[in-house]
């Protein structure tokens, strides 16, 4: 069965640094588009970061420009967050994502997800 399976999460303090990993089993995804989302309590849920299936190519939200890094290995089938100087607004749940490549590779619907993984910056 296919899935993705978030780790890394946790509770840290502002300008700490956290790696969130997506481990995808079931199939192998590299011909997958991969991204990050992330959701607060009461807000919708915000496109953070996406991987090209060939992983040259990179795109973020401003928001978090600058500071996150997202990276794929496929040999591991795995897609990483690196998250360097954490604020409390990137407080949420962090959910990774993939689609087949036939689609744009930072917009538009994702086929799959996995189910989040918290991250809590406290001031």
């Known amino acids: 069965q296919v899935q993705l399976v978030e780790s890394g999460g946790g509770l840290v303090q502002t300008g700490d640094s956290l790696r969130l990993s997506c481990a995808a089993s079931g199939r192998t995804f590299n011909y997958y588009h991969r991204a990050w989302f992330r959701q607060a309590p009461g807000k919708e849920r915000e496109f953070v970061a996406a991987?090209?299936?060939?992983?040259?190519?990179?795109y973020y939200a401003d928001s978090v420009k600058g500071r996150f890094t997202i990276s794929r290995d496929n040999a591991k089938n795995t897609v990483y967050l690196q998250m360097n100087s954490l604020k409390p607004e990137d407080t949420a749940v962090y959910y990774c994502?993939?689609?087949?490549?036939?689609?744009?590779?930072?917009?538009?619907?994702?086929?799959?997800w996995g189910q989040g993984t918290q991250v809590t910056v406290s001031s």
């Open positions: 994502a993939a689609k087949y490549y036939t689609g744009n590779y930072y917009s538009g619907s994702y086929d799959y």
């Open positions: 991987i090209r299936y060939s992983g040259g190519n990179t």
